[in-house]
């Protein structure tokens, strides 16, 4: 699941990339403040993403169980956010 989650972050990523190159070409600097602002938050969110992948997949190879991953994923995004 997480997999697919970061899969269509990079999907959303590219397009967010795509759509500022348009706005650069054509002297919108408005809308590129704009996507500017969308890409950062973006980028927040991939590495959060990233770092959960990470974590499963280290629980996991700990034979950690479900219970046990799901508090030590909360622990980490809680981490994370402040």
Known sequence: MFQKTLEDYQQRASTLSRLAD?????????????LH???KEQQQDGV????????????????????????HLLNVVTYQHH
């Open 22 to 34: 348009e706005a650069k070409a054509l002297n919108d600097a408005s809308t590129l403040d704009f």
């Open 37 to 39: 602002t969308l890409e």
């Open 48 to 71: 959060l993403l990233q770092t959960i992948l990470e974590e499963v997949r280290s629980a996991k190879r700990a034979g950690l169980c479900l219970a046990q991953t799901d508090q």
